[in-house]
């Protein structure tokens, strides 16, 4: 089947950087859009950075300017470059993808499994 697996988080302080990776892997025949969605305790998952299999990012105003979100096509992979961390920002981070399997005629919608982000002094 597949996978979407989610490494690159951890803790950091105020104003420091991180990078998340979100690596795709099974039959997959394409993929379609790719993003990162964060959960905060007692808080609802939001979007945070998206982009088309064209390039097209977008990006809510709280992490517009911090955060930048870029993919790698051959090797079915999204990153999620992170960049003044406010401790507002600690969350878990979900991996999130359109893919359309082989033999399979549709895209479905995958999740990875979440990664910790801690911003703390």
């Known amino acids: 089947q597949v996978q979407l697996v989610e490494s690159g988080g951890g803790l950091v302080q105020p104003g420091g950087s991180l990078r998340l990776s979100c690596a795709a892997s099974?039959?997959?025949?394409?993929?379609?859009?790719m993003g990162w969605y964060r959960q905060a305790p007692g808080k609802e998952r939001e979007l945070v950075a998206a982009?088309?299999?064209?390039?097209?990012?977008n990006y809510p105003d709280s992490v517009k300017g911090r955060f930048t979100i870029s993919r790698d096509n051959a090797k079915n992979t999204v990153y999620l470059q992170m960049n003044s961390l406010k401790p507002e920002d600690t969350a878990v981070y979900y991996c999130n993808s359109g893919i359309r399997q082989r033999f399979s005629d549709s895209y479905a919608e995958y999740w990875g499994q979440g990664t910790q982000v801690t911003v703390s002094s």
């Open positions: 982009i088309t299999s064209g390039g097209r990012t």
């Open positions: 099974g039959r997959i025949f394409s993929i379609n859009a």
